[in-house]
């Protein structure tokens, strides 16, 4: 999406606020530094393969998992929170 932008000649974060949702380490090396959400995939990979597996037996459900949001320049802020 910065690649796009860029491209476009759109500003980020002057025109366009841009935020990924996968949290990888690499996200702080973007120009500029991309907001995101951090994810703990190991635990979600986990749970996964347990319902796979058949350690769930309740069948179909909704879970939720704790995030991090790490807002860097890509929303207009400066410093990693």
């Not at 476009?8 to 996200?27: C, I, K, W």
């Not at 069948?59 to 704790?66: A, C």
Request: hydrophobic fraction near 40%; proline fraction near 5%.
């Amino acid at each position: 999406m910065l690649f796009a932008c860029h491209r476009l000649g759109l500003s980020v974060p002057e025109q366009v606020a841009v935020t990924g949702f996968d949290g990888t380490e690499h996200s702080a090396y973007s120009l500029p530094p991309l907001t995101t959400v951090r994810q703990p995939i190991h635990d979600i990979a986990r749970r996964a393969l347990d319902m796979v597996r058949g350690a769930d037996a309740a069948g179909s459900r909704h879970e939720t998992v704790e995030f991090e949001l790490v807002v860097r320049e890509s929303c207009g802020e400066h410093a990693e929170r």
